[in-house]
């Protein structure tokens, strides 16, 4: 089988990597040996092993009939989405690692994949190495989903982990991601919750089988958590995790990425550092977990090349994927029920005026209190806390 | 498809519960829907829905040749792997729940199974509803596993958690288990590490490729734990739980059941109650983690269905799984190399004397110390605490 590899970044070469080193053990379980015949990228490679089989127009890979499977590891939707549909169109069989592809145009590339009898795969688009897309498709086929949540943003989840250790601010920690090359020099997609709101819109698909739309999905990130958040986190034994959730409600599904105070009982508190995971919930499974490497070059390339595997296995023959382009209408978001933790300069009267019976937590930051509230919806919560002085507040989970 | 199911018993009967409740799904994404038309048993069921499916003589499953699936759920190897070759060599595919059937005869029946173009294939013979035999088989497959480590046994770990959070005894918990109805009247098979060494043994095979011999296996059980020996535990902050290992080894795989005193740091440290889960190390990925029910009626029932979905959609396809009959050697148990910590009545002069340097732990049992030695093999140790009082040894993990 010959291959070709778009995109030559961290990704890219993790893939010709984990190629190269396990060579014969990937031959052994495709049927047939893998070879890298051609390496799209806009740049040279002068003195790479692979320096000649790099190739500047992806035409080259559209037009030799001997490539039979196209990685995608360039990012982004364009020009990838042009790219990836030229190459089903040419008959070849696609992974791809780029989630915002998978979220924006998965469903069109699986059914042009399908109407050949090719495979659209995307493995590493969620979890880095985490095997989780393979076992939604065909490990879980028995269960209705009732809850998909994870912590799959490995940035944020470092930078949390430091927060919650150490004591640092937002902002030291943030600089020191950066220079580790966690985060990028714009960390917005990961601070801000984008990047784990196109994961879960692409696991909620595949659960519902229908389209979710990562738009719809109320996302918050991580940027106003500050170290009080995590002394109140530390008093009240829970800790702070960026959340990405979807549970069934009827036929919609409620749908949220934002930092939730988790007990220490709940299956992803322990979950630190750069790691993901994510947590499922069948009606006849009952709970299970998945949990490993989020990102980083080798654990990703690892799940493109299962992919490469699965699809050298299944050279002809398509592999179903539930996921229509039948829109999946998500709960309002202000209908999504919470109990939340409230900061406030308020006194515990206008506090229970407003909230009926909380439960306080006292004595961790001077000249304010901290409250939980009962279960209710975003829309009661955001009337009822409007009637006191709110410092900040953080979801229960 | 219609299906036959062998074994009305606890899985069973849990099988068709699960093809009951979640029909329509479930025939959505097999792509046609899956109907039971023979249960074969010993017994009769009067009064139960699928009471006119129920039959006793297996050969009017084998000579139906409307039946494409059969579910083995009777545990044993006999008659179990009499009735799964006759069902295979009848042209029929075959998933089974039964542990005791693949670790003896695996190898065979996949053989048989892809002579014919057919699946035999056994997703709850380990883990219960946790997937991981096809992940192993389809999501890992771009990675030499370096290391594999589980919990693998419910019964057990439900024990040893109620021992380490409550100071009950062996014997105490044992009865609070039997009487619960997670252990059986003969505990045997779980308190002395056979079920978990069946297992074991399939996920090395998988792992290499090759028949990994479960005789071959060095196990131990959970029988001579005390409520002592977790005092220590809590005040080295570790807990005690019943591993089953596999560790490449160059050629070989060291493969061990036993019980470890694991550091909080272990990934399997917070796995509790009847709960299971699964570690994995691979070359490229690095860690990953697979956690859920390892047993009970509908999450090992939801595991077989995923199988029957799968052969559902791969009809007269088969399924690569690589698992020759040549047998696997494994590293002699004496070279397996472990720390250990050891309860002794003798003297420290005495201890170093055998062991060198080690770290004490003083002042949890009178009378005594405990000790932790450094990383040796099992032959290093077992001369060694010869020269000393050994009341009991757990290996670190």
Chains 1, 2 share one sequence.
């Not at 095997?131 to 943003?153: M, Q, S, V, Y």
């Not at 279960?375 to 955001?382: K, L, N, R």
């Amino acid at each position: 089988m010959k291959i070709a590899v778009m995109g030559y970044g961290t990704i890219g070469s993790g893939v010709v990597e984990v190629l190269e080193v396990n060579k014969d053990l990937i031959a052994e379980r495709a049927g047939e040996p893998v070879e890298v015949k051609y390496i799209l990228d806009l740049r040279d490679f002068p003195g790479d092993p692979y320096e000649k089989c790099i190739v500047h127009d992806y035409q080259t890979i559209v037009n030799d009939p001997e490539i039979g499977i196209v990685v995608e590891a360039m990012g982004g939707v364009e020009p990838a989405y042009t790219f990836v549909k030229a190459m089903l169109l040419a008959g070849k069989q696609v992974t791809t690692s780029n989630k915002n592809l998978v979220a924006e145009k998965g469903a069109e590339l699986i059914a042009i994949a399908r109407e050949r009898n090719l495979n659209f795969m995307f493995g590493a688009s969620v979890g880095g190495g985490i095997p989780i897309i393979r076992p939604l498709n065909t490990c879980l086929t028995a269960d209705e989903i009732e809850e998909i949540t994870g912590i799959l943003n490995g940035t944020t989840n470092y930078m949390l982990t430091r927060m919650a250790n150490e004591g640092v601010s937002f902002e030291d920690v943030l600089k020191d991601a950066q220079a580790k090359g966690y985060a990028e020099a714009d960390p917005t997609a990961d601070v801000e919750g984008i990047d784990p709101c196109r994961k879960i819109a692409i696991l909620t698909s595949l659960v519902c089988g229908k389209q979710v739309n990562y738009e719809d999905i109320y996302t918050e990130g991580i940027t106003k958590i500050t170290s009080e958040d995590f002394a109140y986190a530390n008093k009240m034994k829970r800790s702070i995790k960026l959340l990405a959730s979807s549970k069934q409600a009827g036929d919609k599904y409620a749908c949220m990425v934002a930092p939730f105070m988790l007990a220490k009982s709940h299956p992803l508190c322990n979950v630190n550092d750069v790691f993901n995971s994510v947590f499922v919930r069948g009606n006849m499974l009952g709970d299970a977990m998945f949990y490993g490497s989020g990102a980083g070059k080798l654990p990703t390339a690892s799940a493109v090349v299962a992919d490469i595997v699965d699809m050298v296995k299944h050279n002809n023959i398509n592999v179903f994927i539930d996921w229509s382009p039948e829109k999946m209408e998500l709960v309002d978001y202000k209908e999504n029920v919470n109990s939340f933790f409230v900061r406030t300069t308020s006194e515990k009267a206008e506090v229970e005026a407003a909230f009926g019976a909380v439960e306080y937590v006292e004595g961790v930051v001077e000249g304010e209190i901290g409250f939980v509230t009962n279960a209710m919806t975003e829309a009661d919560f955001a009337e009822k806390v409007e009637k006191v002085q709110c410092i900040s507040r953080i979801r229960l989970a």
